[in-house]
């Protein structure tokens, strides 16, 4: 198993998914959002693999078992503010039944609902249109504070990568939401420790990024950002309290295929080839 | 005589109290844009960032995607100056944002050109689905925000630091788009808008001593109407812009690109800002930069008379 050496969350042991049937479901269900996002990348030739499967379990956790869906009075929001991660979006939403899973060969093609980054102006199940790094949380802020202004209940969720929190405006948002204590907020930190160059701690270390949220007046939780049970009790618990804006860092791999198993290396970029595709679809269809 | 931003301060509390859905984000700059006043009377709807404009434009995305109309008032230099966030978390939303940049072209004098909205009307018209509105006055400014108010286009409102005089009546009906002819002359049509249409007004006096008297055009928004701006430019034989603002990239780009789709453009000439200004008071500035009536009349004289090459 690839460990970052930043993460001490990753490094304990964790016992094997039980018989608890809530736990398998997302198992299973992440697998599935796993191999689709393979699937869509692989026949559009281009997308990011490794921030997508860094992503999948959050998405996962937070579309199954967080989210207050469409359907709803007071619908939640999700802003993937680090756009390139989509593919694990889209991927999620097709085996959710939301996007007709038909539109898995058309993500990057021409007239495609499904963008290189996401567009709400061409799919319905984008919040936020996003791509530039470092908006989401600003967008998020403001819709979450329409909806107390509003007396809406919803919650707005938003995930950011943490080399994206090298950009400045990240910092902004995150002043404006601690010095206003806004309640309805959740941001989720993809703790990959990678960027585009190489790591975030060699690129520009963020560390320690739970102090500095708290110092600005932030609730912090930091989880394994893999198992689905900690990740939803953290979520429901950030949900829950309405002290002011909360933050989970979600320590993960990029590249998380499953344990032990890291896709191209935890590259940022990068293909694999029919084999290697093959080879990483036939381990997540064993479940092992 | 007002500014456009007093204008602008005054009527947005009106047209809250008619728009529940009317919200103010602001940087820290409220008592100069004037949206202050909205404070007072709308404290729960009245969203200050500080001196943050990067946030305050994507905060004020979410709360216009919540179904908000939300002003975010601040410099019009320093909101376009965030244009990487402008372009994605508005444009490309589709957010129905309202940015108002107070400050436009030199009038803002002495603070100098770090402060000057000379480049906002150039990067603002890349945006395909921005409306921009720059008026000349009080009753155009109240009309443009009843206009504003009533639909969710993201929007670009350009106001000036310099009380203007009134050059319409109430009577006047804001179209968006439209070429405003505010005086019929002949051969000759001047397009302007903002603070320079009452310079041009001023200068008739003076061009008619010199047997010149030009169409005034009032080209407060942006993108413009071709077909109308296509008519105006087979009436007359000679077209010329003056803007303050950048040369390059203002409504001049805008008007010669149309006109020049002619079968038979009319002559055409320009004059605008052609570096980064300077610091200096406004007359000053506005006589260095040739954009006073003797300027203007001068410009205008020189143009008309000039022989066709």
Redesign the interface.
């Known amino acids: 198993m690839k460990v970052s050496p930043d993460s001490s969350v990753l490094t304990r042991e964790r016992p094997r998914v039980s018989g608890n049937a809530d736990r398998e479901r997302l198992h299973t269900l992440s697998r599935k959002i796993r191999a689709t996002a393979l699937e869509m990348i692989h026949i559009a030739g281009s997308g990011h693999i490794g921030s997508s499967l860094s992503s999948v379990d959050i998405m996962t956790v937070l579309r199954f078992g967080q989210m207050r869906w469409r359907s709803a009075v007071d619908r939640d929001v999700f802003v993937l503010s680090k756009g390139h991660a989509v593919p694990a979006w889209y991927a999620t939403l097709m085996v959710a039944g939301d996007l007709d899973p038909a539109l898995i060969g058309t993500l990057r093609t021409l007239d495609s609902p499904l963008q290189g980054h996401p567009d709400r102006t061409r799919c319905e199940y984008v919040d936020v249109s996003t791509g530039a790094l470092g908006q989401g949380l600003s967008v998020a802020l403001g819709r979450a504070e329409a909806k107390t202004l509003k007396g809406a209940s919803g919650h707005v969720y938003c995930l950011v990568g943490d080399g994206e929190c090298q950009e400045g405006q990240i910092w902004e948002a995150a002043m404006y939401a601690g010095a206003r204590g806004v309640p309805n907020l959740t941001l989720i930190v993809d703790g990959n420790g990678r960027q585009s160059d190489g790591t975030v701690r060699a690129t520009m270390d963020l560390m320690p990024l739970s102090d500095k949220l708290r110092s600005f007046r932030w609730s912090v939780r930091e989880v394994d950002g893999h198992a689905h049970q900690a990740l939803e009790k953290a979520l429901t618990l950030a949900r829950t309290d309405t002290t002011g804006p909360s933050a989970i860092i979600a320590h993960t791999h990029k590249g998380h295929l499953g344990p032990g198993r890291t896709a191209l290396d935890g590259a940022h970029s990068g293909l694999f080839d029919e084999v290697g595709l093959r080879d990483a679809l036939r381990y997540l269809e064993s479940g092992r | 005589m007002k500014a456009t931003r007093d204008w602008f301060g005054e009527t947005l509390v009106d047209i809250a109290g008619e728009h529940d859905e009317v ?1 103010v984000v602001n940087c820290d700059l409220g008592s100069a844009t004037k949206a202050l006043r909205f404070r007072q009377e709308f404290p ?2 009245f ?1 200050e ?2 001196i ?1 404009e ?15 109309r ?1 002003f975010v008032s601040s410099f019009g230099h320093f909101l376009t100056g965030k244009f ?2 402008i ?3 508005v444009g ?3 957010a129905g944002v309202v940015l108002v940049g107070t400050h436009a072209g030199l009038a803002i004098g002495k603070d100098g050109p770090t402060q000057m909205g000379l480049r906002d009307l150039a990067l603002m018209r890349t945006l395909p689905n921005v409306e921009i509105i720059h008026p000349a006055d009080g009753v155009e400014t109240r009309r443009a925000l009843e206009h504003i108010a009533a639909h969710r286009r993201p929007t670009y409102l350009r106001l000036c630091r310099q009380p203007q005089r009134e050059v319409h009546d109430e009577s006047h009906r804001f179209e968006f788009g439209m070429p405003d002819v505010l005086c019929e002359g002949e051969d000759l049509a001047v397009f302007t808008m903002g603070g320079m249409v009452e310079v041009v007004l001023d200068s008739l006096e003076p061009l008619a001593e010199h047997g010149v008297r030009p169409t005034v055009v009032n080209q407060s928004s942006l993108p413009a109407d071709r077909e109308a701006v296509r008519a105006l430019g087979r009436r007359h034989a000679s077209v010329f812009v003056l803007e303050d603002h950048f040369v390059t990239g203002g409504v001049a780009d805008e008007i010669g690109r149309i006109l020049l789709e002619l079968d038979r453009p009319p002559r055409f000439g320009v004059w605008g800002v052609p570096d980064y200004g300077q610091a200096a008071a406004p007359a000053d500035l506005y006589a260095r930069y040739r954009l006073d009536v003797p300027s203007v009349v001068e410009h205008l004289r020189a143009f008309t008379h000039r022989t066709p090459a």
Do not use: H, M
């Open positions: 919200v729960e709807r969203f960032c500080g943050a990067a946030n305050s434009i994507g905060l004020a995305s979410g709360l216009a995607q919540e179904g908000l939300p990487l966030e372009f994605q978390s490309l939303n589709d």
